[in-house]
């Protein structure tokens, strides 16, 4: 093997290796920081709604034995209608339903808005829809509501959850 | 479907066997990374269990980040060793593709290689899942980028009652739980990358797991040299309450982050899951069409002696031997058709030329070569070259897949630089009958032009074929058979400057040994007896 293969061996390894190198720790701008965000993320136990009936006996005879309930419930999780306000304009007005077939599973919030740095007015609001004709009962309704003024620096992120009361707050990074 | 694969491997051929020349040139066949590119990968797979065991023991799942920030802080020990094993694993990825598209490229992913190609694809998936948990389990900026997409994508599936990606904007801490899990998986992947493995080269007889000392040194060398030289730093820990906005991206694990991050999560799904399909059904859409399809050996069980050399050389382990019904005693040959790749390597190794695929057994060999010498009528000051298809010397450097290699009856043969070509599938495939049939024919000599051992499509063919010409392997050549007139050669497609220098230094080897023997036939002692009768009669 002349000299210069040898060289260009040696040379072609380095450059594979450096090559690997350079790729394993490429600078990457995933996000822009001029901007802010502001993330909304909670849950709330939706009060399960049921309507009740007794069956007839001639129901019940028609059942299976293993089956012969004498009451017999339907029932779903209450919506919520869900208002967001950014300084004064309205920016979502969306009507959420718990998960799951039944929809009998907790509501979760979760979105994230960006905005320019500065200070924003914000204002959220989370409320039952209860329907005219809904049998409530005596089920407790929670009511999400947060108005705050936000000064957001650009790279900031403000997260709107709640605390361990239940009603919500803004967390930010700790100075 | 077919003529596109055939399109997409044509290509893909032609940039492997460029890259193959160059790299021979540099380093040598024996040396060329190309052509150990899958027992790299074990070697890299060997290099990460050991830097990671070292890791394990200072990592720390209550605070992930800082104590990856210790263990780099180790001016010595720790920050090379955490290097190692991110460039390891990174080469690891490299050493992957470059197998699979090289074994795509030759056509070795359907048939009996199903199962290699498809666990390949299992190795890959899992490595890249392996190594997105150890990118989160640094916690830098990097991991929070992988975990928050990683949960996006899981979200759009309807199997959580809530997004999974709540768990990362900091409503709460994010629990110990969740890095050990991601610590559980970081190991038991690889452990199980080692069952995989196997599975991998389990149909290979004598699989090549590790590189030659040179290469794995080297190879394990060089990574070193890149840790001390260039270790890997820190990114800020993942901070839930700041934007992220620039990260230290590793490309062999998350080449494909800034291209999901701008799609929906279902198209994600369905661009990766339309992905992971076509790669799935490769051995359907590279296979060759049936009438293409070379046929598996066959064994004619009255020649058979029971010597078990075919079972002894086949590099897939698709012969067994089993015990004779037909009153005779001992074993006879069984080939599994699920498992034969027609590679005709058992067709050189019965002496009795009892078994091969049709068309390839040592007496359809004799029956080509006596019709090669009939139509070529090669003179005694001439070379011919039986040339493997797949190698320098071949027609047809694709034929892989579809025929058997060999010309078909009455057929011109080839020529390279003036010397007539037989060509074989492979040259694990020549029966030593062949050559001896060549050089008792009158042939100057005979040139056998393999594909380099570590290339050969077949495995074994250049390895089983200089054992049986020169070492006395069972259907060896015989003594009798001078082997000043043979020579074997290696040489990959394209290698003709190596092959036409090879070539013209054995013609001139052939020249000199002519003129050699046309001096040993002059009878001295009647040379010198002419004087004394001329004397006599005077």
């Not at chain 2, 009158?442 to 077949?458: E, F, I, Q, T, Y």
């Amino acid at each position: 093997m002349s000299r210069l293969r040898v060289g260009l061996g040696v040379l072609v390894a380095l450059l594979m290796t450096l090559a690997i190198g350079a790729l394993s720790q490429v600078p990457y701008r995933a996000e822009s920081a001029d901007q802010a965000w502001i993330r909304l993320s909670w849950r709330v136990s939706a009060p399960r709604i049921e309507e009740c009936r007794t069956l007839t006996a001639e129901e019940l005879a028609e059942l299976p034995i293993h089956m012969r309930r004498e009451e017999v419930c339907e029932g779903t999780g209450i919506p919520y209608r869900l208002h967001i306000a950014l300084n004064g304009e309205g920016v979502e007005e969306t009507l959420i339903r718990g998960a799951g077939t039944r929809g009998d599973r907790p509501i979760y919030v979760f979105r994230e808005l960006r905005v320019e740095p500065g200070a924003h007015r914000l204002e959220i609001s989370l409320t039952p829809e209860i329907a005219r004709d809904m049998a409530t009962g005596d089920a407790e309704m929670e009511t999400l509501e947060l108005a705050e003024d936000l000064d957001l620096a650009a790279g900031d992120v403000a997260l709107i959850t709640r605390t361990a009361g239940g009603s919500l707050t803004v967390r930010r990074a700790e100075p | 479907m077919r003529g596109l694969a055939a399109k997409l491997r044509s290509l893909s051929w032609s940039l492997i066997s460029r890259a193959d020349r160059f790299m021979n040139r540099l380093y040598s066949s024996r040396f060329n990374p190309l052509y150990h590119s899958g027992a790299l990968v074990v070697l890299l797979l060997l290099v990460l269990l050991l830097t990671g065991l070292y890791l394990l023991i200072f990592y720390r799942i209550g605070e992930p980040h800082a104590s990856v920030a210790r263990i780099t802080d180790q001016a010595w020990l720790g920050r090379w060793i955490r290097s190692l094993h991110r460039y390891g694993s990174d080469a690891a990825v490299f050493a992957v593709a470059i197998h699979a598209f090289r074994l795509f490229a030759q056509g070795r992913s359907w048939g009996p290689r199903t199962l290699a190609w498809l666990s390949g694809l299992v190795l890959l998936f899992v490595l890249l899942v392996s190594g997105w948990t150890g990118y989160v389990m640094v916690w830098d900026v990097q991991a929070q980028l992988l975990a928050v997409e990683g949960a996006r994508w899981m979200d759009v599936l309807p199997i959580f009652s809530e997004p999974l990606g709540r768990a990362f904007v900091g409503e709460q801490a994010i629990p110990s739980a969740f890095f050990f899990l991601n610590l559980f998986l970081h190991v038991a992947l690889p452990v199980g990358m080692f069952v995989i493995l196997w599975i991998h080269v389990s149909r290979i007889a004598r699989p090549g797991l590790l590189p030659p000392r040179g290469l794995l040194w080297g190879s394990v060398g060089l990574l070193l040299a890149l840790s001390v030289l260039w270790p890997i730093g820190m990114d800020p820990a993942a901070d839930a309450f700041r934007i992220p906005e620039r990260a230290a991206l590793d490309v062999f694990y998350a080449f494909w982050l800034p291209l999901t991050r701008l799609m929906p999560a279902g198209a994600v799904w369905v661009f990766g899951l339309s992905l992971t399909a076509v790669a799935l059904a490769a051995p359907l859409w590279t296979r060759p069409a049936a009438e293409r399809k070379p046929k598996p050996s066959s064994v004619d069980a009255r020649l058979c002696t029971g010597c078990e050399q075919c079972y002894l050389d086949c590099p897939y382990e698709a012969i067994t031997m089993k015990q004779r019904k037909d009153g005779r005693e001992g074993v006879y040959a069984v080939v599994d058709p699920a498992l034969c790749v027609s590679c005709g390597i058992c067709a050189a190794s019965c002496a009795p030329m009892g078994i091969g695929p049709p068309g390839m057994t040592g007496r359809d060999q004799l029956e080509r070569v006596e019709e090669f010498i009939r139509l070529v009528d090669p003179g005694p000051r001439e070379v011919v070259l039986v040339g493997c298809a797949r190698g320098a010397a071949g027609f047809e450097t694709l034929g892989a897949g579809g025929g058997n290699g060999g010309e078909p009856s009455g057929h011109i043969p080839g020529t390279f630089d003036g010397s007539r070509i037989f060509q074989v599938p492979c040259a694990g495939n020549v029966h030593t009958s062949v050559i001896e049939y060549l050089v008792r024919a009158g042939v100057g000599g005979v040139l056998v032009v393999a594909c380099h051992p570590r290339d050969c499509w077949s495995r074994e063919g250049p390895r089983w074929l200089e054992e049986r010409m020169y070492h006395d392997r069972e259907a060896e050549l015989k003594e009798r058979v001078d082997r000043n007139r043979l020579r074997v050669f290696h040489a990959a497609v394209g290698e003709d400057r190596e092959l036409a220098g090879a070539l013209a230094d054995f013609r001139e080897s052939i020249r000199r040994l002519a003129a050699a023997e046309a001096e040993a036939e002059i009878d001295i002692e009647l040379e010198c007896e002419v004087p004394e009768l001329q004397e006599a009669g005077s």
